[in-house]
Nanobody
Framework: QVQLAESGGGLVQAGASLRLSCAASGRTFSSYAMGWFRQAPGKEREFVGTISRGGIREYADSVKGRFTISRDNGKNTVYLQMNSLEPEDTAIYYC?????????????????WGQGTQVTVSS
């Protein structure tokens, strides 16, 4: 089992950057695929990006070229670097973990979730 805790959210202006972090408990972090999702008010939780345990990445089209996922297995942490933020990026951002070697885009594919961190982008 793994526990996840996000940090790094905040209020920024359009065009700014933020880096979210997700710290994981446990000694087998490197065995997990990690994902980032977001949920805006009144909308369903949506896929942002994922990184496999081997470091392969996939992104949603809406963030491709602006957001970058990375992981540091030595620190049990996954990051989401967000550049050129837009008001449409405003949401609660969640990290998720799933044991396995694949790349997972579906909410239902992940067994473990953090509590989320709020990102607000003003115009």
């Amino acid at each position: 089992q793994v526990q996840l805790a996000e940090s790094g959210g905040g209020l920024v202006q359009a065009g700014a950057s933020l880096r979210l972090s997700c710290a994981a408990s446990g000694r087998t972090f490197s065995s997990y695929a990690m994902g980032w999702f977001r949920q805006a008010p009144g909308k369903e939780r949506e896929f942002v990006g994922t990184i496999s345990r081997g470091g392969i990445r996939e992104y949603a089209d809406s963030v491709k070229g602006r957001f970058t996922i990375s992981r540091d297995n030595g620190k049990n942490t996954v990051y989401l670097q967000m550049n050129s933020l837009e008001p449409e990026d405003t949401a609660i951002y969640y990290c998720a973990a799933q044991l396995g070697g694949g790349l997972y885009r579906a909410v239902s594919a992940y067994a473990y979730w953090g509590q989320g961190t709020q990102v607000t982008v003003s115009s």
